[in-house]
């Protein structure tokens, strides 16, 4: 899936070290669909060459503003008019000060004056100068005309020192710029999405759990950071890194066992929308053992199971009424083997929730590809086999409309 189909856009590199992860953003943005047309400033030739750019995305590269062969020699306004966007990566503390400025003595800062297109800027610079007052001053005064800042991120910087300031990663600039053109049909909503297995602990090394991957309720947590929303992420044991983590608009809390889920999902339920889409395991045991169980010949041990807490159904009893509506809109998931519409119904109607979203769960455990069927009281909606991220974003938008 491209999610960045058809989208043209106008990649401005500033003079800074960060520029060497540029190339490697351009085919990145180009991998997601989008055309990319590169502008570069006289210092940003000093960190990387017009002819890697050209060669990486087959389009000749802007450099001055009094190109002849650019129709009417008006290249500032005849990029902006056919951008969807204009990502400017990295941005130096110098570039950001005249923007914010208004100050237009280059072709990319005329351009970016001149447009009528957004305008992200990804921050690169040494953290004393990203601390300073006056960089400060440019990030207020850049935040109140619109412009979208993506980063920076604290971490270890090409001058040797360690703190905020250095450039988001191409794959981070990359997600961030996808979400930039979503629908924020949730914006101003808080959501709570558990995601994930649970493990229940027999002894030290030895546990129960499932097939779960985790990864359809992380597509779900980043589809609804896309439409706007602050999310809180529930996850049980998985190796899947947190979506759009640098947007500061997403928590995560890491547990192991379904107790342990369900005591964290119970303190986060002051939200608007509830997704369950973990696969809780239903019983734990009793009494796990506080040391290898050492096995004793071929007779097996006598496991004792109890039921572990229903955190769906709980979250579903501690809905309250704000507005004439019940918060948070819950939505099931179940994972079936047969019967998935009988199945998910009769769980949807037992829990006491509004939808429940249910597919055959061997079929997808572990796989990027799924799909889904929607059943709320006007009956199913059946959403077609495709990538778990494209799901995500049809479920986010149907049950924007509902809330």
């Not at 899936?1 to 943005?29: D, F, H």
């Not at 939200?271 to 045991?285: E, K, Q, S, T």
């Not at 829990?351 to 796989?367: A, E, Q, Y």
Request: glycine letters at 8%; hydrophobic letters at 45%; a neutral charge.
């Amino acid at each position: 899936m491209q999610s960045l189909l058809n989208k043209k856009i106008v990649l401005g590199i500033s003079g800074g070290i960060a520029a060497y992860k540029t190339p490697e953003l351009a085919r990145q943005l180009m991998q997601e669909g989008a055309s990319v047309q590169v502008v570069m400033t006289e210092a940003a030739q000093q960190f990387v060459t017009p002819v890697t750019m050209q060669a990486l995305t087959g389009n000749p590269v802007y450099l001055s503003q009094w190109d002849s062969t650019v129709p009417n020699n008006m290249a500032h306004i005849e990029l902006s008019r056919t951008a969807d966007a204009i990502l400017i990566a990295p941005a130096s503390a110098d570039l950001m000060a005249k923007l914010s400025l208004g100050l237009a003595d280059d072709l990319l800062t005329t351009l970016c004056l001149a447009r009528d297109c957004p305008l992200l800027l990804t921050p690169a610079m040494n953290k004393q100068m990203w601390e300073h007052a006056a960089t400060q001053r440019s990030v207020q005064r850049l935040a109140e005309d619109g412009i979208a800042l993506l980063g920076p991120a604290s971490g270890f910087q090409a001058c040797g020192e360690v703190g905020m300031g250095r450039m988001l990663e191409p794959a981070e600039i990359t997600e961030q710029v996808i979400a930039f053109f979503q629908k924020k049909s949730l914006a101003g909503k808080k959501v709570l999405i558990t995601a994930g297995p649970t493990f229940e602990a027999i002894d030290p090394v030895r546990g129960i759990t499932n097939h779960s991957s985790g990864k359809m309720g992380f597509a779900i947590a980043r589809a609804a950071v896309e439409a706007g929303a602050q999310v809180h992420l529930i996850a049980g044991p998985c190796d899947l890194e947190t979506p759009l983590a640098a947007t500061g608009n997403i928590t995560r809390t890491n547990v192991v066992s379904a107790k342990e889920m369900h005591a964290a999902t119970l303190k986060a339920t002051d939200c608007d929308i509830f997704f369950a889409v973990a696969a809780v395991a239903d019983w734990g045991i009793a009494n796990p053992a506080k040391e290898k169980m050492k096995r004793q010949g071929n007779q097996a041990p006598n496991l004792e199971f109890i039921a572990n807490p229903d955190i769906l159904l709980d979250v579903a009893k501690a809905t309250k009424n704000k507005g004439g509506k019940h918060r948070p809109y819950c939505v099931g998931f179940a994972a079936e083997s047969t019967d998935l519409e009988k199945h998910a119904d009769e769980k949807r109607q037992r829990k006491g929730i509004p939808m429940i979203v249910g597919n055959i769960g061997p079929d997808t455990f572990g796989s990027d590809l799924n799909q889904l069927l929607v059943i709320d009281d006007s009956g199913s909606k059946k959403i077609a086999k495709a990538e778990k991220l494209q799901l995500a974003r049809q479920l986010i938008q149907l049950i924007a409309k509902k809330i």
